[in-house]
């Protein structure tokens, strides 16, 4: 297992259990050299992995010029875990208080329903083993350890929507019902298991084909309609192709040879047959 190790104390505990459930334990961390602390960050990571007995890797990364920094910053860190963990598992410490700030700030950012079924524990390598406690029970566990962390005070900061859903948001709701975090991962456990349902009804309509009949696709009702194209999209894209399912009447009527032009891939039809596409094509 490679461990993704920040040295905050999430990726603290998770390295700490880890080294105590298999010895065969390796960890990662990438410094971005954002902060004064950076370089502290960096040191203090490799004095708790001599102590845990843990090899270290360190990547150092360069700032881009323009985009999203945390969609970088995660980008670039889960490429490199990739590549070192050669095979093996990839584990990252987030927790269930990451899960609900994740859940609502899809809920504002995206009309989209999976968007709300939260993290998995596992996508392909990558593995969450801590989805199941809170940031409060990390912070416990290093202190009953004798684990010593660091603080990121970025994310204190008010500049990403975040930060602001965890400081501002989750107190709002906490104080409207004591179990609304609690409540908000009960859903997403919910949504989950009934997703199941409908990739198994989308299954039977689509029978392993990568395509789907004008007519057939018509005749479904909206929301089925929506479900199919969006996993013939998706299986085009080679992962998440978002914003399909909205146009997904569009697609049904389309005419028995046409293009549609959807965000990261293109609607074809063929003989009243309708397949996608990537935009690459």
């Known amino acids: 297992m490679l461990v993704l190790f920040s040295g905050g104390p999430d990726s603290t505990c998770l390295l700490d259990l880890a080294v105590r459930i298999s010895g065969e ?4 961390h990438v410094n971005y050299g954002l902060r004064q602390e950076a370089d502290g960050d ?4 490799a004095e708790v992995c001599e102590r845990l007995g843990v090899e270290l890797g360190v990547m150092r990364a360069a700032r881009p010029d323009k985009g999203n920094l945390q969609a970088w910053a995660r980008e670039v860190r889960y ?3 990739v590549r070192i963990a050669d095979g093996a598992d990839v584990a990252a410490g ?14 504002a950012s995206s009309p989209s329903r999976r968007a709300l079924l939260g993290m998995r524990p596992r996508e392909g390598s990558l593995i969450r083993p801590l989805l199941g406690v809170t940031r409060e029970q990390t912070v416990a566990y290093c202190v009953e350890r004798g684990l010593p962390w660091r603080e990121d005070a ?13 400081a501002e948001l989750v107190p709002a709701l906490r104080a409207i019902h004591p179990a609304a975090e ?17 990739d198994a009804l989308v299954n039977e309509v689509l029978g392993g084909r990568e395509e789907i009949e004008l007519k057939r ?11 199919v194209v969006q996993r013939l999209a998706d299986g085009a894209a080679g992962g998440p192709a978002p914003g399909v399912a909205r146009r997904a009447q569009e697609i049904a009527a389309m005419g028995p040879s046409a293009l549609l032009d959807l965000p990261y891939v293109r609607a074809r039809t063929e003989r009243g047959v309708v397949s996608f596409e990537t935009m690459k094509q």
């Open 25 to 28: 334990v390796r960890a990662l």
């Open 42 to 45: 960096e040191h203090h990571c």
């Open 79 to 81: 490429r490199e875990a």
């Open 94 to 107: 987030h927790t269930a208080s990451d899960q609900v700030e994740t859940i609502l700030y899809r809920l």
């Open 154 to 166: 970025s994310n204190e900061s008010r500049e990403f929507a975040r930060n602001r859903v965890r």
């Open 182 to 198: 609690q409540n908000v991962l009960a859903l997403a456990s919910i949504l989950r298991d009934e997703a199941e349902v409908l």
């Open 217 to 227: 696709l018509r005749a479904l009702p909206v929301a089925m309609q929506k479900l």
